[in-house]
């Protein structure tokens, strides 16, 4: 059971004050403004959030503890004039802290910009804000906040709904677009209510590897943007990094013409990212040989197997198989379905692929080579990368035939 204010006198923000009777509007009389937004000038973000912040627009940003949360919000804070950063996890100094490592030229200047308010009281966060003109407001975190008009913890179910509703009306009512972070466990589940996620415009949510310094930061709802836009960022010594060219990074430690090496274009939201993919392939010890895959849903890797086992003439019924995409990324397209069965097949029978190659294609269950959208995209991509052999439906069939390219 779930205490919830039904209603209450003083909520200050409700946008009708005489409820008599609710106003029919014919949808044509509805005013429909383009809303202008204001651009971060962080460029991976603007891009996961559609182009920049819409004025009242609220976004959740989710992500397991540590993960750079914090990070990037702050240096978002010290970008954009008059923001107040409610810090209810964190004491200011800390965050001072925080910006001092991430020191760069401009920040004396933006850290006098920047107000931070060591309060979780929802009430007294607005309170205080309405009296002074704001362009931003980031709440680190939504966890943290409480409100006295109802009983429980702060971080229960009841009181996150409350504060977020709180904080969803003064961002409507005032034009001013809120932040909130909230975590998520291990599971990646939001550490209290989904219901969260209905009641914010935009949730964001940042993923990576706890040992790789790749974040990525997708977009899982946004009700003024795309919904498959991917921001790629490294965390380093002075705060979160852009990536501007991912499939550099990804590929920054290939070592070419290796056996067992295969290049796959993937898409990442719009845009194609180069990734490679590793395959190990030996003799195996046990009745009933491994396959394990990392970074590929190992249920894929058994069917390709299983189609290479089929259709060509390796025999890796009794081989331990080991698949992995280097540098940490997760791919869960089927375009990657042919660069697998490449790496497995070049690692098989110990012949590298050609040092210009990349695949993209899904593999059908009768040995086919299958299309696959953004075609042209990825073959640009791959060619400024100086991939310039692209394997696919366009210029093999089989797979059959394609594995016949490491014979030469
Ligand atoms: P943080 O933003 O506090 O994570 P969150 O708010 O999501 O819990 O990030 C904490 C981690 O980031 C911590 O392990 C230290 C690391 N870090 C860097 O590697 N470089 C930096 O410049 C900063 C500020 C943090
Ligand atoms: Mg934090």
Request: a neutral charge; glycine letters at 6%.
């Given at each position: 059971m779930v205490e919830a204010i039904v209603s209450t006198k003083d909520s200050r923000f409700k946008v009708h004050d005489s409820r008599t009777g609710a106003k029919l509007q014919n949808l044509g009389e509805v005013e429909g403004k383009v809303a202008e937004r204001r651009v971060t000038g962080i460029g991976e973000l603007d891009r996961v959030l559609g182009g920049g912040l819409v004025p009242g627009e609220v976004v959740l940003l989710i992500g397991e503890p540590g993960i750079g949360k914090s990070t990037l919000l702050t240096q978002l804070a010290l970008r954009i004039t008059n923001t107040v950063y409610v810090c209810g996890e964190e004491s200011p100094s800390q965050v001072k802290l925080r910006v001092e490592r991430m020191s760069s030229l401009h920040t004396?200047?933006?850290?006098?910009?920047?107000?931070?308010?060591?309060?979780?009281?929802?009430?007294?966060?607005?309170?205080?804000?309405?009296?002074v003109e704001l362009s931003l407001l980031?709440?680190?975190?939504?966890?943290?906040?409480?409100?006295?008009?109802?009983?429980?913890?702060?971080?229960?179910?009841?009181?996150?709904?409350?504060?977020?509703?709180?904080?969803?009306?003064?961002?409507?009512?005032?034009?001013?677009?809120?932040?909130?972070?909230?975590?998520?466990?291990?599971?990646?589940?939001?550490?209290?209510p989904k219901v969260l996620e209905h009641m914010v415009d935009a949730v964001l949510e940042l993923t990576g590897d706890r040992y790789y310094d790749l974040r990525l930061l997708r977009t899982q709802k946004n009700r003024f943007g795309a919904t498959d836009e991917v921001g790629v960022?490294?965390?380093?010594?002075?705060?979160?990094?852009?990536?501007?060219?991912?499939?550099?990074?990804?590929?920054?430690?290939?070592?070419?013409g290796a056996v067992g090496?295969?290049?796959a274009v993937v898409m990442e939201g719009?845009?194609?990212?180069?990734?490679?993919?590793?395959?190990?392939?030996?003799?195996?010890?046990?009745?009933?040989?491994?396959?394990?895959?990392?970074?590929?849903?190992?249920r894929r890797v058994q069917i390709l197997l299983g189609v290479l086992q089929k259709y060509t003439r390796l025999s890796i019924g009794t081989k331990d198989v080991f698949v992995k995409v280097a540098g940490g990324i997760t791919v869960k397209e089927p375009a990657v379905d042919l660069a697998i069965t490449l790496a497995v097949a070049s690692s098989a029978s110990g012949k590298p692929l050609p040092k210009t190659a990349a695949a993209v294609g899904e593999v059908g269950?009768?040995?086919?080579?299958?299309?696959?959208?953004?075609?042209?995209?990825?073959?640009?991509?791959?060619?400024?990368?100086?991939?310039?052999?692209?394997?696919?439906?366009?210029?093999?069939?089989?797979?059959?035939?394609?594995?016949?390219?490491?014979?030469?």
């Open positions: 004396r200047y933006a850290m006098d910009s920047l107000k931070m308010l060591a309060e979780t009281d929802v009430d007294a966060v607005i309170g205080t804000i309405e009296k980031i709440v680190d975190s939504v966890q943290t906040l409480f409100t006295s008009q109802l009983p429980g913890l702060a971080g229960s179910i009841s009181q996150i709904r409350e504060c977020t509703a709180r904080l969803i009306n003064y961002a409507k009512a005032r034009n001013v677009p809120v932040l909130l972070v909230g975590h998520v466990t291990k599971e990646g589940e939001m550490a209290g960022f490294r965390m380093g010594e002075s705060g979160m990094e852009e990536v501007n060219n991912p499939s550099e990074v990804f590929l920054s430690e290939r070592e070419e090496s295969a290049i719009t845009r194609p990212v180069l990734v490679e993919v590793q395959a190990l392939v030996v003799d195996s010890e046990l009745p009933v040989p491994r396959r394990v895959a990392t970074g590929i849903d190992v269950l009768l040995g086919e080579v299958r299309s696959v959208n953004f075609m042209e995209k990825r073959v640009k991509e791959a060619t400024k990368l100086g991939y310039t052999t692209v394997y696919s439906r366009d210029n093999y069939r089989k797979v059959s035939e394609l594995v016949k390219i490491l014979k030469r």
